[in-house]
């Protein structure tokens, strides 16, 4: 003898299989992860295109974005951002301006032709940042100290730790040349 045992095998969907109840708590939760997914997508664009923006701001290190700042007898070599504010000071050089002091740790001159601005408020201002307040006012940074100000980047002053005794506390000449 020989049992033969026949199945049918019937092809049903999921969905069909779950109570009506569960399908619709189902259908909201996918709803839901779809919503996830999507905001979370959208803040991580958000700050890729934040992060983007910051690299105006980066400095870039070719020889061509270099320049000098000469006080007295002493020369810094000075790193240019990559700003069109940079390059439209760069276009001014050769340019000598007798910088007033000012909350001994700062010095500032207004330019003649003004500069387009780009700005953005650093948090922290270092020891060697030449930047642009408004569209004319060039200030040479001495000091390490926070602010709430906004500036538009020009360059940085390498080997800047002598700034603070060569400058003073008075007003004093200084020369920004491309050699």
């Not at 276009?91 to 330019?111: F, G, R, S, V, Y």
Request: hydrophobic share 40%; charged share 20%; glycine share 4%.
């Amino acid at each position: 003898m020989t049992n033969t045992v026949s199945a049918k095998i019937y092809k049903v969907s999921t969905l069909a299989i779950i109570a009506p109840r569960q399908r619709s708590t189902l259908i909201k939760l996918i709803g839901m992860l779809l919503l996830f997914f999507l905001t979370l997508s959208s803040s991580c664009a958000a700050e890729l295109k934040a992060n983007s923006t910051k690299t105006n701001h980066t400095v870039i290190k070719l020889e061509a974005s270099q320049m000098w700042i000469t006080i007295g007898e002493q020369r810094f070599k000075a790193t240019l951002a990559n700003t069109s504010a940079a390059r439209e000071f760069a276009d001014q050089l050769p340019l000598t301006l007798n910088m007033a002091d000012l909350h001994n740790n700062e010095k500032h001159a207004k330019l003649e032709k003004s500069i387009s601005t780009d700005t953005h408020k650093p948090k922290r201002i270092h020891n060697g940042d030449l930047m642009l307040w408004g569209a004319h006012t060039l200030v040479l940074f001495y000091k390490n100290f926070d602010t709430s100000y906004e500036y538009t980047r020009i360059a940085h002053i390498e080997g800047a730790s002598k700034l603070p005794q060569i400058l003073g506390s008075d007003s004093v000449i200084i020369a920004f040349s491309k050699d």
